[in-house]
């Protein structure tokens, strides 16, 4: 662990940091979303520190709160030699765009000249690189800790020599040129996880204060259209001992006794109930992620409510049993009922996740749904408990079955909206706007210059206009998420992950 932490640093207020005023060479860690949103990101805290604790390196961190200087030293951005951006969202390419025009740095990659060399990881980059290459010199495809250990090996090489510098770090690095596979950690047990986490006096994570310990990575269920079942297999998990362990360590370092769980489906991992029931006995507050409610026994809302935690949140998809079942999420009305009965009686508000659009959705699947929602709805205002529903178009992924799916015209998918609301009222029901979910759609399945398209974009508002205004001068086809695609349209198909051979013969 990094000695000397410093304590209120910088522009946040910052605890738990080191003050590296100089150092080589000098990396920018990018998170191009909120400060808030970047503490939140465990990977934020991964980096960090490891790159402190094992490189001379001057580290600091920039966010769309913070573009232009540093939060520590307060440094500018273009004077940094390696720019590490994280994209775990489709529409981190466009805030990454409007991150390095609002600091000075050249956007297109092209004209950047390496200077700064900047290499992007993530969900969304990994899954689908190429739209990020007009911005980004590379793109990781892989668990980002491997990335830092093949860092450190070679940071002597930058910023004399970038181009020899991003060769030597080979397997796992995708440049548009070769096909690349992606590498992964094996055993959790003995990555990388730091039990000293950064935080602010001014700015709490979205998901309060505490200890944010990672559990486990992936998702066993694989269903259709779960980016991260795909992209993030194999499913590995933390041992309970080194869990404990974590924690018993990180709670030193936070002002809350408080542990917050990252895990895709934490009622998967083998352990979860002994710990649970070792942070209850040891009266550690904490928090969990959306549960997959099939998963839950009724038991353990005895031991969830013993927590702070007031709102449950399940992501059912549909409550139609056929359509469920055909996307990986089968769905039992007389369980789900049990399940959320015997949760609003004990306090809990409920929210839950539908998606609308699947391609094998019928009208009595949607009409399924709102039944079991009324349903729901009527008993949580008898036990005067809150329920929300927020809807969501299926939004086609790479890598995943339904990766060739079209996304839902907005006139299609704000009918279903509205019929929700009608049946539901307005108050209960959240949805995201339509254009959000086409724009990362073009992204998610892009190509090349959707890049470009986006990086252009980043400088206005995001609009219609803007959007089918530089579409047209870059003759790019920003319809194609609105149709079903064939299997040569896949740009993805660059960077090759463990499951691709198996999701050909499945794919919708």
């Given at each position: 662990?990094?000695?000397?932490?410093?304590?209120?640093?910088?522009?946040?207020?910052?605890?738990?940091?080191?003050?590296?005023?100089?150092?080589?060479?000098?990396?920018?860690?990018?998170?191009?979303?909120?400060?808030?949103?970047?503490?939140?990101?465990?990977?934020?805290?991964?980096?960090?520190?490891?790159?402190?604790?094992?490189?001379?390196?001057?580290?600091?961190?920039?966010?769309?709160?913070?573009?232009?200087?540093?939060?520590?030293?307060g440094r500018k951005l273009?004077?940094?030699?390696?720019?590490?951006?994280?994209?775990?969202?489709?529409?981190?390419?466009?805030?990454?765009?409007?991150?390095?025009?609002?600091?000075?740095v050249e956007v297109l990659a092209e004209k950047r000249d390496m200077k700064p060399l900047v290499i992007v990881g993530g969900l969304a980059a990994m899954s689908n690189p190429e739209p990020f290459l007009d911005l980004a010199d590379a793109s990781f495809i892989g668990d980002g800790e491997i990335l830092l250990q093949k860092l450190v090996r070679y940071l002597d090489i930058l910023p004399k020599d970038p181009r020899g510098f991003l060769d030597s770090l080979g397997e796992g690095i995708y440049t548009g040129e070769e096909r690349v596979k992606k590498i992964f950690i094996?055993?959790?047990?003995?990555?990388?996880?730091?039990?000293?986490?950064?935080?602010?006096?001014?700015?709490?994570?979205?998901?309060?204060?505490?200890?944010?310990?990672?559990?486990?990575?992936?998702?066993?269920?694989?269903?259709?259209?779960?980016?991260?079942?795909?992209?993030?297999?194999?499913?590995?998990?933390?041992?309970?001992?080194?869990?404990?362990?974590?924690?018993?360590?990180?709670?030193?370092?936070?002002?809350?006794?408080?542990?917050?769980?990252?895990?895709?489906?934490?009622f998967d991992h083998p352990g979860i109930r002994d710990l649970l029931k070792y942070l209850v006995e040891n009266e550690i507050d904490f928090s969990l992620?959306?549960?997959?409610?099939?998963?839950?026994?009724?038991?353990?809302?005895?031991?969830?409510?013993?927590?702070?935690?007031?709102?449950?949140?399940?992501?059912?998809?549909t409550m139609s049993s056929s359509l469920g079942?055909?996307?990986?999420?089968?769905?039992?009305?007389?369980?789900?009922?049990?399940?959320?009965?015997?949760?609003?009686?004990?306090?809990?508000?409920?929210?839950?996740?539908?998606?609308?659009?699947?391609?094998?959705?019928?009208?009595?699947?949607?009409?399924k749904t709102l039944r079991h929602l009324k349903k729901l709805s009527t008993l949580s205002r008898e036990f005067g408990r809150r329920l929300t529903v927020n809807i969501?178009?299926?939004i086609p992924k790479p890598h995943t079955p339904l990766q060739d799916s079209s996304l839902l015209t907005e006139k299609e998918y704000l009918k279903r909206v509205k019929l929700f609301e009608v049946e539901l009222g307005r108050s209960t029901i959240t949805h995201l706007q339509w254009l959000y979910a086409f724009a990362q759609s073009l992204i998610a399945l892009g190509s090349r210059p959707i890049g470009r398209l986006f990086a252009l974009i980043a400088s206005r508002r995001l609009s219609r206009r803007d959007i089918t205004e530089l579409a047209s001068t870059l003759k790019v086809d920003i319809k194609f998420p609105l149709r079903q695609r064939t299997r040569e349209e896949r740009p993805w198909n660059r960077v090759i992950f463990p499951l691709d051979h198996i999701i050909d013969r499945i794919s919708i």
């Open positions: 662990m990094v000695k000397n932490l410093a304590r209120y640093v910088g522009v946040f207020n910052e605890y738990n940091v080191y003050v590296r005023f100089s150092g080589y060479p000098k990396i920018a860690l990018v998170y191009p979303s909120t400060y808030q949103a970047s503490i939140t990101n465990l990977f934020t805290h991964i980096a960090y520190f490891y790159l402190l604790e094992k490189s001379d390196a001057l580290i600091d961190r920039f966010t769309l709160d913070n573009p232009d200087r540093g939060s520590i030293t273009r004077e940094f030699d390696l720019i590490l951006a994280s994209a775990n969202y489709e529409l981190d390419l466009l805030y990454l765009a409007k991150l390095l025009a609002d600091s000075g094996e055993d959790l047990n003995n990555s990388i996880h730091p039990t000293v986490e950064i935080r602010s006096r001014k700015i709490e994570p979205v998901f309060g204060e505490g200890f944010y310990v990672e559990i486990s990575r992936g998702c066993r269920w694989l269903c259709k259209f779960c980016l991260e079942s795909y992209v993030m297999y194999p499913y590995r998990c933390r041992s309970l001992e080194t869990v404990r362990n974590l924690v018993d360590e990180g709670l030193k370092h936070v002002d809350r006794r408080r542990v917050v769980i990252y895990s895709s489906s934490p992620p959306s549960i997959r409610w099939d998963t839950v026994r009724l038991d353990d809302l005895d031991m969830i409510s013993k927590s702070s935690q007031r709102t449950l949140t399940l992501a059912p998809e079942c055909s996307i990986g999420k089968c769905f039992d009305p007389t369980a789900f009922s049990e399940l959320a009965t015997a949760a609003l009686r004990r306090g809990f508000n409920i929210k839950l996740y539908i998606v609308v659009g699947f391609p094998s959705e019928r009208d009595e699947d949607l009409q969501n178009p299926l």
